[in-house]
Nanobody
Framework: QVQLVESGGGLVQPGGSLRLSCAAS????????MGWYRQAPGKQRELVAT???????DYADPVKGRFTISRDNAKNTVYLQMNSLQPADTAVYYC?????????WGQGTQVTVSS
């Protein structure tokens, strides 16, 4: 059973930064890709960024140039560095692991951008 545990969410002012972490129980190298999704109140869950086991990361247009996804295989952890945060970034952020036949989700961490 794979467990993904997110941390690092919180309240931040517009223009501020946060770094989210996703710690996996076991090696993340076995997954085809890892990613971050978010869901705002009343909206569908949407992709934020993904990073494959090999290759370059990919970002949703609203976060390009502001967010950076990275992974540390030795620590089985994926990160999302979020800069220049805006109120529209307010959402619950979920970590995702694509294992091919099976996919896994974390429990989510709340990010609130407000003055």
């Amino acid at each position: 059973q794979v467990q993904l545990v997110e941390s690092g969410g919180g309240l931040v002012q517009p223009g501020g930064s946060l770094r989210l972490s996703c710690a996996a129980s076991g090696s993340i190298f076995r997954f085809l890709s890892m990613g971050w999704y978010r869901q705002a109140p009343g909206k569908q869950r949407e992709l934020v960024a993904t990073i494959p086991s090999r290759g370059s990361p990919d970002y949703a247009d609203p976060v390009k140039g502001r967010f950076t996804i990275s992974r540390d295989n030795a620590k089985n952890t994926v990160y999302l560095q979020m800069n220049s945060l805006q109120p529209a970034d307010t959402a619950v952020y979920y970590c995702h692991a694509d294992g091919g036949r099976l996919t896994y989700w974390g429990q989510g961490t709340q990010v609130t951008v407000s003055s």
